[in-house]
């Protein structure tokens, strides 16, 4: 409840006047955040700073498309469940690819990795990062970040959190007004975004890349090898 009071002293309180209309949209929105709870998070608790977003949009609905929302200064957007990502539901499949067996193998060897990474976000070139659980035991909170970019590759987040990992991929990018931008649009959400420096998320990630023994990489390799060893059965 601290977290959505924080986030409700945010926003000016709507007219008796709109009350209604006001009331009906936070109850949809309520409706929308927790089909994406329960779908793209398993129905586990969200890390702090995802939970803070949600609650966000849940208290007003128009927050999503405000300037205060950090995901539009990137053009990301939540995986909302009615809609479809090219990445996720594998649209981009023709006749052809069905027809190749390695192909296939790949696709499956996706989805199975798919089920033990937790998208929440689709940024602007349809990319996708989410919290890679690959033991069910372990609170999202702890589990490292992936991308999952276009050509299909899993890599490490830039940083620890979901705040973190959006902000220093700016700088990282060398967009460094929009980094400052990120972390000014985080910190009014009270959620403070770190100072840093290229050098130091490039050592970070080593150090954290090191602690991950199975990489949703090598998991994907794993599965494709064993979707081709059925095929020449």
Not at 18 to 36: N, Y
Not at 58 to 71: G, I, K
Not at 196 to 219: L, V
Request: with cysteine; proline share 6%.
């Amino acid at each position: 409840m601290q977290i959505f009071n924080r986030i409700k002293s945010l926003f000016t309180r709507s007219t008796p006047h709109g009350e209604p209309t006001k009331t009906k949209d936070i109850a949809l929105t309520g409706d929308r955040v927790k089909k994406f709870t329960e779908s793209r998070l398993g129905g586990q608790d969200a890390p702090k700073d995802l939970g803070i977003l949600l609650a966000a949009i849940t208290v007003d609905p128009e927050f999503e498309e405000s300037d205060n929302n950090p995901l539009k200064i990137i053009g990301a957007e939540f995986l909302w469940t009615d809609r479809k990502y090219p990445l996720l539901d594998h649209t981009y499949i023709n006749d052809a690819d069905r027809a190749d067996p390695s192909t296939m193998a790949n696709v499956k060897a996706m989805q199975d990795t798919d089920k033990k990474l937790k998208f929440v976000i689709e940024c602007e070139d349809s990319s996708l990062i989410g919290y890679w659980q690959p033991d069910p035991e372990t609170p999202l909170e702890q589990c490292a970040l992936f991308w999952l970019d276009t050509e299909g590759q899993y890599y490490l987040a830039e940083g620890k959190t979901l705040s973190e990992s959006i902000a220093y991929e700016a700088l990282v990018d060398g967009n460094e007004d929009t980094y400052r931008s990120l972390q000014n649009a985080f910190e009014r959400l009270g959620v403070p975004v770190p100072k840093t420096d290229e050098t130091s998320i490039f050592a970070d990630m080593n150090i954290r890349a090191a602690m991950i023994s199975e990489t949703p990489k090598k998991f994907r390799h794993q599965r494709y090898e064993y979707y081709e060893t059925l095929h020449k059965i």
